[in-house]
């Protein structure tokens, strides 16, 4: 079972580069999500997604740009990054029910750590 | 403003011994609450959650955690600690209705020792 898969799992970028985060998962999950987790922190959404084509910002959206072309992948993007994305950015998905997805159990990807110079 | 809570950076616990890791929110409402583990180089992973009905409840590897609404606190907790539970855990919390909203604490680290 492969789950929520995240590519790649380690990359450096100089400031000013720019770079895009593949999430893929094969649970038919309509929702998904980007987070970044910094030391001392926790996680932070960073945008979320509730079906395919659609995308929605999170707590923390400045410096990223997101697409949800098909149902299965979500891509995050840094268009020209900077040392304060350095980070570990996490993907996860969930199943939708019925109404919201708020009481859904979230399924994660290994992660990718993300250092920019 | 929301927040969740996790007050110890780092609990040590003797192996056999119970253990608990405590969280508390600040959210209005009724919200929805979890707990996730993670070990060392790999996502989250859920443990429980809290939706309604019963205070206590049941999760993986033989947690708990106790809904106190008074509180506003949800501590995760386990009878006999293994050296295999030794990991980060978070608290989170969301707001019923709100897809944008999840409010993770900063984790506590569990250190189990032999």
């Known amino acids: 079972n492969a789950g929520v898969t995240q590519t790649p799992k380690f990359r450096v970028l100089k400031t000013g580069q720019s770079m895009t985060l593949l999430c893929a998962q094969d649970m038919n999950h309509e929702y998904m999500y980007w987070y970044r987790q910094d030391p001392g922190m926790g996680l932070r959404l960073i945008h979320y997604s509730v079906g395919e084509g659609t995308t929605a910002k999170g707590e923390v959206p400045d410096g990223y740009n997101v697409s949800r072309l098909k149902k299965q992948n979500f891509l995050l993007g840094l268009e020209s990054a900077a040392p304060s994305q350095t980070s570990v950015y996490f993907c996860?998905?969930?199943?939708?029910?019925?109404?919201?997805?708020?009481?859904?159990?979230?399924?994660f990807g290994a992660g990718t750590r993300l250092s920019v110079l | 403003a929301q927040s969740v809570a996790q007050p110890e950076d780092q609990v040590n616990v003797a192996e056999g011994n119970p253990l608990t890791v405590k969280c508390t929110y600040s959210?209005?409402?009724?919200?929805?609450l979890f707990w996730y583990v993670q070990y060392p180089n790999r996502g989250l992973q859920f443990l429980l959650k809290y939706i309604t009905g019963d205070n206590l409840v049941k999760g993986s590897y033989g947690f708990e955690a106790e809904f106190n609404k008074s509180q506003t606190s949800f501590h995760l907790k386990k009878p006999s600690a293994l050296v295999s539970d030794s990991a980060l855990y978070f608290c989170a919390v969301r707001p019923q209705n709100r897809d944008d909203k999840i409010i993770f604490g900063k984790g506590t680290r569990l250190h189990i020792l032999p």
């Open positions: 959210v209005s409402g009724n919200p929805y």
């Open positions: 996860a998905s969930s199943y939708e029910n019925t109404g919201t997805g708020a009481k859904n159990i979230q399924y």
